[in-house]
Structure formats: structure tokens, C-alpha cells
């Protein structure tokens, strides 16, 4: 039976099943704030002194450090490091992925697994750079191909400049900036992933978080090769 609902009509309910060859599940409910789309918190576990934002902070992050004490990503990715730090990523894994709309099962790599839950647990806790790709996190798309990710970014963005144009701002419809929003995304992840690196016995966080930024890297060539030319006939139906 699916849990992913929630009687509060302002929440969105994700829930992550991991269940491995060797036996134990791994379960992961994730509330989401409807309005903000940022993460409702639960327990009380204290910070961990690697989050802390003197020590990790990336090179382009605009936090101010008098304000953050900790990463505020770092500090929320803690629980999920300890969970998987023995596990390597190639081990095998099925993954089932409950969201309010519908429901994935999929055996994969765990990196696979672990790299859709990091991306949200990432965009949703306050990073200013990552957040930009909260809209995706609110239609989630669990094991997406390349091709996905790339079609979703662009309309996500396109988008973002309707609204930025109905508030009296210049929209950038040539998508001259995505390219550096994605940039900016490529050093975010490879700040954690070297962190991540330093703390885990094995690799499976780390990798999980190779593909996340393979997923940047990828959009980020697609636009120099300029995706829009690519999809253009794909809306022939518009143009008659």
C-alpha cells in the first residue's frame, strides 16, 4: 500500500524503498513544504562538524558565514552518507519510488537509486544555487534518460522566464544564461562529492552524486550544441 499522500493538503509525500540482495530495506519518506517546495525537517540530529560552512563551503557558494554556521545541503545529506557509507555503488538494488501521482520499481546500480533521492534532498534544503532546479524536484521524474533531463531543464527554464517577464523583468529567451546555471550547479557537486570522498569507506554517495553532475555536463553541452535546433520539428504542429 502506497504512503506517498499526506493528509495536509500543503505538504508532497516522496517515498524511497531500497531493498538489497543481502536482505535489509532502507526506507526514506520525504516531506516537502507545497508552497516553498524546501524540506520539512524531522528529529533532532545535531549538525556534524564536516558540514560546517568554513569548512566546506564551495567556491562559488553566496552564503554569508556569519549567518550559516553549517552547509545547510551538507547537514541534511549527513543521515543518508551514514546509511550507504559501507555500500559500494555497483552493487545491485531494487528501488521502489512512491510519489502522489505514481509508482516506479526498478532494479539498478545503488548509485542510480541513491543519485534520484540526493537530488532531492540537494535542491530542497537551501543551497541558493541548487534550488533553481526546484521546480523539477515538484514533478519529479525518478530514472530519467539524458534526453529527459535535457527536455525538462530547458522548458523548466523557459518557463522560469515567463514569470520572470511577468514581473517586469527582461526574459532571457535565447537561453544565453542556462548554460552558467548549470555551470554553477557542476562546482556545487563536485565541492560535496571531493567531501564525500573523505568521509565514506566506499563509493556509493560519491557516485551517486558523478551522476548528478554528469547530468549537468551533459545539458550543459547540449546547449552549446544548441538543443532548441535539435526539438525544433518535434512542434511542427505549432507552426501551420
Not at 552493487?91 to 532494479?107: C, F, H, M
Not at 564525500?196 to 553541452?221: F, G, P, Q, R, W
Amino acid at each position: 500500500m502506497g504512503v506517498a499522500k499526506d493528509t495536509a493538503t500543503d505538504i508532497i509525500v516522496f517515498r524511497y524503498v531500497f531493498t538489497f540482495n543481502d536482505g535489509p530495506e532502507k526506507e526514506y519518506i520525504i516531506k516537502l513544504d507545497k508552497q516553498t517546495l524546501c524540506l520539512i525537517q524531522t528529529g533532532d540530529r545535531p549538525p556534524s562538524p564536516w558540514a560546517a560552512l568554513k569548512h566546506f563551503k564551495c567556491p562559488n557558494c553566496p552564503l554569508d558565514g556569519l549567518q550559516y554556521e553549517f552547509c545547510p545541503t551538507a547537514t541534511n545529506l549527513i543521515q543518508l552518507i551514514d546509511d550507504f557509507k559501507d555500500r559500494e555503488s555497483i552493487e545491485e538494488v531494487e528501488v521502489l519510488i512512491e510519489t502522489p501521482e505514481r509508482r516506479y520499481i526498478k532494479q539498478v546500480p545503488l548509485q542510480t537509486g541513491l543519485s534520484s533521492l540526493l537530488g532531492i534532498y540537494m535542491v530542497t534544503t537551501g543551497c541558493p544555487i541548487l534550488e533553481k532546479l526546484k521546480p523539477m524536484v515538484r514533478y519529479h521524474l525518478p530514472f530519467p534518460s539524458m534526453e529527459e533531463t535535457t527536455y525538462r531543464s530547458v522548458t523548466m527554464y523557459l518557463l522560469a522566464q515567463f514569470f520572470f517577464q511577468r514581473k517586469g523583468h527582461k526574459p532571457d529567451w535565447n537561453l544565453n544564461n542556462l548554460a552558467a546555471v548549470y555551470n554553477d550547479i557542476q562546482v556545487v557537486n563536485k565541492n560535496i562529492r571531493d567531501k564525500l570522498l573523505e568521509i565514506a569507506n566506499k563509493d556509493a554517495t560519491a557516485n551517486a552524486l558523478v551522476k548528478l553532475d554528469y547530468s549537468a555536463l551533459y545539458i550543459s553541452l547540449r546547449l552549446n550544441r544548441n538543443i532548441l535546433d535539435e526539438i525544433e520539428s518535434y512542434f511542427n504542429a505549432y507552426f501551420v
